[in-house]
């Protein structure tokens, strides 16, 4: 150890130390004496360092001023005095993570980078933003919310998070949990959104926002976390002479308020905005019950075990009750102790207010059932082998010291005992004694899940006219505003809206402490990939240290597949791991999956050949991964589930379908940038064929129309999917790829080896082929988001680019620069991005959770005659090389890397063809990137144009698009 109780060094002293076996680490627990911040280091070899600080921020209304100030710190400081330290400091960086959070109770700034000067630098930049921030007026007003003026004198809220909560706030689920926390946690900061509802960021003033800053940010309401192989004597030394010695303490310590008890249940009504004017059975319903504060860590994990055995397993008799008798469509839950006070929560999607109101007694009825029988024991010990499994995967994490970072200030926040939270494995033998003992069951069921005090039932129906509502609302509130205002405070307000529209000149941004391209390294090409044929079959496979794991994706090419089942592919694949099979009925079959599986899942990807896109090979991958003790299990288990699908359980298939419908439905009306990005591909390639049918809006609406109509389409649904799985489980179609400890290969490989001779060699068929005819897409889906999310698609080989590594460097630059400056900066969205992929040629430029639509998509059109009047240094280029540049150099899990390697040589790229891209990177000019400038002009008058949100600003926009859908 490198410090024990009681010693000090600059300024800080260890309250405690000791080494924590389940992370294998040195955990040390300090205090800064003169400022009172909280320091806790984990060290040991891992090269990926992290640093945080956080403040605990517990707001008093919902005017999100905690989430305005975690914004606003970022926009300039005492060292950092530019517009926007954030923005600056995302262009030229090597970070494996940069991100700032607000949470209920907290605001978290952390950072991760291999690099040791690029570490020094980041944790400079971020404590002087946060703890000497300038937080001007202007800041307040582009990151908080100002007034628009239009062209007629009329008034428009806007602001970067007041539009992000406008897109947040259209998520019903988080406006179920913001009306059962209004009752729960009555008289605490718990009871408002710490992010912000849009109705009330507008109240929030300056003078209130400097309030809360003064009271929250000092050093003694801080957790400062360090993580890796960094000195800590080096970091102890920098933090102390650059920022804390300086401090004393604070004599206002910001504690927070235990809620009031009440008893029994509380029952709220309320609604939700939903744009489709069908509204039948999409009610939502929430019981919650709270639980007092000293809760110890080993009781909170079997809490969590319990409500994951209650609310989410397929076998629990409360869901079943649930979803068999037409309850809700889904229905989920769980146990939270992110709450000063935690909670259960359990949730019904798709209800109707009838139902709705039986399912309380439902519940009671359940938990009376496992106090009195208990849970069946294999059942139990499937949950606590998922567990296992999970904590054996984040011991390999890339990122495990962020995974830490989130536990170490939940402990601190809540006063909790770190050495002993963190010790992980300890934690998980402790809570697998108390639950294996049917007695400590039944006391925790009684205790926690029986009683109704401190608890509130909110049902939630849908409201088609509340966007309408909120926005004519708004209009006569504000129009009320604009006549009462004098000429000069709308002068006032009108030359404040004028400075955030201007150009800002982006002075002294040099001042931001950067890596130069001396100090990268080279790519990593260490870690080798491998490839053997097994009968004919391609096999890809890595090993490396992978703590007694093994991943194996096993892949089938669709090729042979007509394109009038694309549209099923995907539910195929998710009824594979829920149907069940003729061995074993879905209860079974989803219990094995979580005793002997740690992951089951599926995705669906194009390998196109680097230098011939139209050669291209689309595979449906499965992916699952095992621990090697298991091996045989999960064997037999995956064998199982492709040998013998059971498709004869109807109300299970129909059960499946609903709950795929469910959650596709709600993320397309939440936060569908993934449907935007197929939508702009469609029509650009085949390849954009592919991707819509299978994972895009066209799948959802095939799959909604068979479940509308369910008892008419069901026999040719199931001779789909039938024929189906015989095109697709085929010898000839097989590709593997898997990733393990050194010297285990063998034993993957033996899974790969039973799963061809399952299958064997079918008779060739000639498949429907795949039509592609091109065309543009310019549509708009509207959904019943208060915002929207426009996007432009375009292939650029077609317009006869040739790549160079140099488009990577004006790749950042788009998003990094000029999408964030002219989207967010000045456009008040959320973000913007470009995405370029350099193997098919495809670029699409996305915002999200913008106000705008008409502007935005102006601010496309003209990045071509932008990027050629551009003057910039070449100072400011390099640092768009060196973000180009760590995109080649990511972070990555043994998966994840073994992934990217077969990925590469499935389009074959070699190492030699990465250093070659490295190095046109790295010799990139102002020139090179101006140099596109006409071809972007072209692209993007001739690209597909889509829109997805709100109703009103689509229909109240210029644009004209071809067609409409509603989800």
């Known amino acids: 150890m490198i410090f024990n109780k009681g010693d000090k060094f600059s300024?800080?002293?260890?309250?405690?130390?000791?080494?924590?076996?389940?992370?294998?680490?040195?955990?040390?627990?300090?205090?800064?004496?003169?400022?009172?911040?909280?320091?806790?280091?984990?060290?040991?070899?891992?090269?990926?360092?992290?640093?945080?600080?956080?403040?605990?921020?517990?707001?008093?209304?919902?005017?999100?001023?905690?989430?305005?100030?975690?914004?606003?710190?970022?926009?300039?400081?005492?060292?950092?005095?530019?517009?926007?330290?954030?923005?600056?400091l995302i262009k030229g960086t090597t970070l494996t993570f940069l991100n700032a959070s607000t949470a209920p109770d907290k605001t978290m700034y952390p950072f991760s980078t291999r690099n040791s000067k690029e570490y020094f630098n980041t944790m400079d930049i971020y404590l002087d933003t946060v703890l000497n921030p300038l937080l001007k007026?202007?800041?307040?007003?582009?990151?908080?919310?100002?007034?628009?003026?239009?062209?007629?004198?009329?008034?428009?809220?806007?602001?970067?998070?007041?539009?992000?909560?406008?897109?947040?706030?259209?998520?019903?689920?988080?406006?179920?949990?913001?009306?059962?926390?209004?009752?729960?946690?009555?008289?605490?900061?718990?009871?408002?959104?710490?992010?912000?509802?849009?109705?009330?960021?507008?109240?929030?003033?300056?003078?209130?926002?400097?309030?809360?800053?003064?009271?929250s940010y000092h050093p003694n309401n801080s957790i400062i976390y360090l993580y890796g192989?960094?000195?800590?004597?080096?970091?102890?030394?920098?933090?102390?002479?650059?920022?804390?010695?300086?401090?004393?303490?604070?004599?206002?310590?910001?504690?927070?308020?235990?809620?009031?008890?009440?008893?029994?249940?509380?029952?709220?009504?309320?609604?939700?905005?939903?744009?489709?004017?069908?509204?039948?059975?999409?009610?939502?319903?929430?019981?919650?019950?709270?639980?007092?504060?000293?809760?110890?860590?080993?009781?909170?994990?079997?809490?969590?075990?319990?409500?994951?055995?209650?609310?989410?397993?397929?076998?629990?008799?409360?869901?079943?009750?649930?979803?068999?008798?037409?309850?809700?469509?889904?229905?989920?839950?769980?146990?939270?102790?992110?709450?000063?006070?935690?909670?259960?929560?359990?949730?019904?999607?798709?209800?109707?207010?009838?139902?709705?109101?039986?399912?309380?007694d439902i519940y009671n009825n359940s938990i009376d059932y496992y106090v009195d029988n208990g849970f069946d024991k294999d059942i139990l010990e499937s949950e606590l082998n998922n567990i296992y499994f999970n904590i054996m995967e984040d011991s390999i994490d890339s990122n495990r010291g962020y995974v830490y970072m989130l536990q170490t200030i939940y402990c601190i926040n809540f006063g909790s005992d770190i050495f002993e939270n963190l010790d992980i494995g300890k934690?998980?033998?402790?809570?697998?004694?108390?639950?294996?003992?049917?007695?400590?069951?039944?006391?925790?069921?009684?205790?926690?899940?029986?009683?109704?005090?401190?608890?509130?039932?909110?049902?939630?129906?849908?409201?088609?006219?509340?966007?309408?509502?909120?926005?004519?609302?708004?209009?006569?509130?504000?129009?009320?505003?604009?006549?009462?205002?004098?000429?000069?405070?709308?002068?006032?307000?009108?030359?404040?809206?004028?400075?955030?529209?201007?150009?800002?000149?982006?002075?002294?941004?040099?001042?931001?402490?950067?890596?130069?391209?001396k100090d990268l390294d080279s790519i990593d090409h260490s870690i080798k990939l491998n490839k053997k044929e097994i009968e004919s079959i391609e096999f890809y496979y890595t090993e490396e240290f992978c703590n007694s794991i093994s991943f194996l994706d096993i892949g089938f090419n669709i090729k042979s597949i007509p394109k009038r089942l694309l549209p099923i592919v995907d539910i195929f694949s998710i009824l594979l791991g829920d149907l069940g099979t003729k061995n074993r009925d879905y209860k079974t079959l989803t219990r094995d999956i979580s005793s002997y599986l740690g992951s089951f899942s599926h995705s669906f990807q194009i390998h196109s050949k680097m230098q011939n896109p139209k050669d291209f090979k689309p595979i449906l991958w499965f992916s699952l991964s095992f621990l090697n003790e298991f091996k045989d299990k999960a064997e037999d288990l995956i064998l199982d589930i492709f040998e013998n699908i059971n498709f004869s359980d109807l109300e299970r298939l129909k059960e499946t379908l609903n709950k795929s419908v469910v959650y596709k439905e709600m993320h397309l009306n939440t936060d569908g940038i993934s449907h935007l990005v197929y939508q702009t591909k469609l029509g650009t390639s085949i390849q954009g064929e592919y991707s819509e049918n299978i994972n895009g809006i066209t799948s959802f609406l095939y799959i909604k129309s068979i479940l509308e109509n369910f008892s008419r389409k069901k026999d040719d649904f199931i001779a789909d999917l039938k024929e189906l799985k015989n095109l697709l489980f085929r010898k000839e179609n097989l590709i593997f790829s898997g990733v393990t400890d050194k010297g285990n290969i063998s034993s993957v490989e033996t899974v790969a080896r039973k799963i061809i001779k399952a299958f064997g060699s079918k008779s060739k068929e000639e498949a429907e082929s795949v039509n592609f005819i091109p065309f543009v897409n310019k549509r708009?889906?509207?959904?019943?988001?208060?915002?929207?999310?426009?996007?432009?698609?375009?292939?650029?080989?077609?317009?006869?680019?040739?790549?160079?590594?140099?488009?990577?460097?004006?790749?950042?630059?788009?998003?990094?620069?000029?999408?964030?400056?002219?989207?967010?900066?000045?456009?008040?969205?959320?973000?913007?991005?470009?995405?370029?992929?350099?193997?098919?040629?495809?670029?699409?430029?996305?915002?999200?959770?913008?106000?705008?639509?008409?502007?935005?998509?102006?601010?496309?059109?003209?990045?071509?005659?932008?990027?050629?009047?551009?003057?910039?240094?070449?100072?400011?280029?390099?640092?768009?090389?060196?973000?180009?540049?760590?995109?080649?150099?990511?972070?990555?899990?043994?998966?994840?890397?073994?992934?990217?390697?077969?990925?590469?040589?499935?389009?074959?790229?070699?190492?030699?063809?990465?250093?070659?891209?490295?190095?046109?990177?790295?010799?990139?000019?102002?020139?090179?990137?101006?140099?596109?400038?006409?071809?972007?002009?072209?692209?993007?008058?001739?690209?597909?144009?889509?829109?997805m949100g709100n109703r009103d600003i689509i229909e109240k926009s210029n644009f004209k698009f071809d067609d409409s859908i509603t989800i």
């Open 229 to 360: 192989d960094e000195d800590l004597k080096k970091e102890l030394a920098f933090i102390d002479n650059n920022f804390l010695k300086n401090y004393s303490l604070s004599d206002k310590p910001i504690e927070f308020k235990s809620p009031k008890d009440y008893k029994g249940l509380v029952k709220k009504y309320s609604s939700y905005s939903f744009e489709n004017q069908d509204m039948k059975n999409k009610t939502y319903g929430a019981l919650a019950i709270r639980f007092d504060s000293n809760i110890d860590t080993v009781t909170s994990t079997a809490l969590s075990v319990i409500a994951s055995l209650l609310f989410k397993s397929d076998s629990s008799k409360l869901k079943r009750e649930v979803l068999d008798k037409g309850i809700a469509e889904d229905f989920n839950g769980y146990y939270s102790s992110n709450y000063y006070n935690p909670v259960i929560m359990a949730y019904l999607i798709n209800s109707n207010r009838e139902s709705a109101e039986k399912f309380v």
């Open 780 to 947: 708009s889906i509207i959904t019943s988001s208060q915002v929207v999310y426009n996007g432009v698609g375009i292939n650029l080989y077609d317009l006869g680019m040739e790549y160079n590594g140099s488009f990577d460097v004006l790749r950042q630059w788009i998003s990094r620069d000029y999408l964030f400056e002219n989207i967010r900066v000045k456009g008040g969205a959320y973000g913007a991005f470009c995405r370029f992929n350099e193997i098919d040629g495809f670029l699409g430029l996305y915002t999200y959770r913008d106000p705008n639509l008409s502007n935005s998509f102006s601010v496309f059109e003209n990045m071509g005659d932008t990027l050629g009047d551009l003057n910039i240094t070449e100072e400011a280029v390099d640092r768009f090389v060196i973000g180009a540049y760590s995109e080649y150099n990511p972070l990555l899990n043994p998966y994840s890397r073994m992934v990217s390697l077969r990925d590469r040589s499935l389009a074959d790229i070699s190492d030699e063809f990465i250093d070659n891209k490295v190095k046109e990177i790295l010799e990139t000019k102002v020139d090179d990137i101006k140099s596109y400038h006409e071809i972007l002009k072209d692209a993007i008058s001739k690209g597909s144009r889509v829109t």
């Open 11 to 88: 300024g800080f002293i260890c309250k405690k130390s000791q080494y924590v076996e389940g992370i294998d680490s040195n955990l040390y627990l300090m205090k800064h004496e003169v400022s009172g911040a909280t320091l806790v280091a984990i060290k040991n070899s891992d090269t990926n360092k992290t640093f945080s600080i956080a403040f605990r921020t517990l707001p008093e209304d919902s005017t999100g001023v905690a989430h305005i100030i975690e914004h606003s710190v970022l926009s300039g400081s005492k060292k950092y005095p530019l517009n926007d330290v954030f923005g600056e």
């Open 427 to 517: 934690i998980f033998k402790a809570t697998k004694r108390v639950l294996n003992n049917e007695n400590n069951i039944k006391e925790l069921l009684t205790k926690y899940f029986r009683t109704l005090d401190n608890s509130v039932f909110v049902i939630m129906e849908p409201d088609n006219t509340i966007n309408e509502k909120i926005v004519a609302a708004e209009k006569e509130s504000l129009k009320k505003f604009r006549e009462k205002l004098t000429e000069e405070e709308f002068k006032n307000i009108e030359e404040d809206y004028k400075a955030l529209q201007s150009v800002k000149p982006k002075n002294n941004t040099q001042i931001i402490p950067r890596l130069s391209k």
């Open 137 to 215: 007026r202007e800041t307040f007003l582009k990151e908080g919310w100002h007034y628009n003026v239009n062209e007629d004198g009329s008034l428009e809220y806007s602001g970067i998070v007041y539009n992000e909560m406008k897109g947040a706030f259209s998520d019903p689920f988080r406006s179920l949990m913001y009306e059962v926390k209004k009752v729960i946690f009555e008289d605490t900061s718990y009871q408002y959104d710490s992010g912000g509802d849009p109705k009330d960021i507008p109240n929030l003033s300056y003078e209130k926002f400097l309030e809360f800053y003064n009271k």
